[in-house]
């Protein structure tokens, strides 16, 4: 082996041990890679938290639309003016603004029983999870009727994704409830 080459190889040899620390102290994609580890759970729990937040603040605003509308019941004003089943989920959805696609998805329960005991508040929800409103009525009663204003609306999920399910339906979307029970005020009709 010639002197040269040998010396030229432990010159190459010199050079790649230099750049193979000089890689390995290099800096420039570091803050792409540490990103790319964090991101992920970074935006699950994000968009987790929204979700919370969006649900908690649609199912307050559904009570709050239902306890509004069920004084009209209350106090004999939806007797008086002849309202209907449909035209109680129109005045419920006009005050529950956070709702998408409200009027179509809002289902809304108004019975009289003859003792607070005998009301059942449970969610109508059939064994294959699915939701079950057939046998869903409006009767406001007279005037000291005993009443139960049950209103769901299903609200639809979406970091079900990203391993957070809340969905309590079988069609992955979460029933929110609002329930109202109260006696009539002693109004004549």
Known sequence: MNIGNVIGLTLACRRLRRRARAFGRAEDGA?????????????????????????FLAGQNLESAVDNNARLIRTGQAQESKL???????????????????TNNLHVDVRTYTSFGTMTTGEPIDSKGNADYSTFMFDAGHGGSLVLVRAYYEWPTFTRLLGL???????GKHLLAAVAAFKNEPFAW
């Open 165 to 171: 399910n809340f969905s309590n339906l079988g069609n």
């Open 31 to 55: 803050t792409a890679v540490e990103f790319g580890l964090v991101a992920l759970p970074f935006f699950a729990l994000l968009f987790a938290i929204i979700e919370t937040a969006l649900l």
């Open 84 to 102: 209907n089943g449909t035209t109680f989920i129109a005045k419920v959805c006009a005050e529950a603004i956070v709702l998408p696609n409200c």
